[in-house]
C-alpha cells in the first residue's frame, strides 16, 4: 500500500507556472511507477504524465508535452509535476498516482487502471 498527499494547487494566470508535489508513504514506494492525471466536471480522468520507478523513463500526455515535467526522488519519498505556460484549459483537479510495484526500469503506465493508490487531489485553476 501506498498513501499519497499532493499539494501546490492555486489560482494562476494564463501563461503562468505552478509545481505540485506528492508525497508518498509505504514500504515499496521506490519501486513504484508514478503518475500525475487530471479531471474536469463532465470529463473522464485524463493522463497527463509518468514516471518509471527510476525515474529513467517519462511520458507525457500531448496536451502538456514540452509545457510540463514530472520528477521524482525516491530519496524523499516524493513526485513532482513542473507545469509551465499555463493555459484555461489545464484548470482541473490534479490527482497522484502509483502503479503497482515493478522491477521492469522502464515501465510508464497511462491508463488509470493501471495505478492502485491515488493522493486525494489538488485544485489547479488558470485564470485569463
Known amino acids: 500500500q501506498v498513501q499519497l498527499v499532493e499539494s501546490g494547487g492555486g489560482l494562476v494566470q494564463a501563461g503562468g507556472s505552478l509545481r505540485l508535489s506528492c508525497v508518498a508513504s509505504?514500504?515499496?514506494?521506490?519501486?513504484?511507477?508514478m503518475g500525475w492525471f487530471r479531471q474536469v466536471p463532465g470529463k473522464v480522468r485524463e493522463f497527463v504524465a509518468g514516471?518509471?520507478?527510476?525515474?529513467?523513463?517519462?511520458v507525457y500526455a500531448d496536451a502538456v508535452k514540452g509545457r510540463f515535467t514530472i520528477s521524482r526522488d525516491n530519496a524523499k519519498n516524493t513526485v513532482s509535476l513542473q507545469m509551465n505556460s499555463l493555459s484555461l484549459e489545464d484548470t482541473g483537479v490534479y490527482y497522484c498516482a502509483a502503479a503497482r510495484v515493478s522491477f521492469v526500469d522502464s515501465w510508464t503506465p497511462v491508463r488509470w487502471s493501471e495505478y492502485a493508490s491515488w493522493g486525494q487531489g489538488t485544485q489547479v485553476t488558470v485564470s485569463s
Open positions: 509505504g514500504r515499496t514506494f521506490s519501486r513504484n511507477p
Open positions: 514516471i518509471s520507478w527510476s525515474g529513467g523513463s517519462s
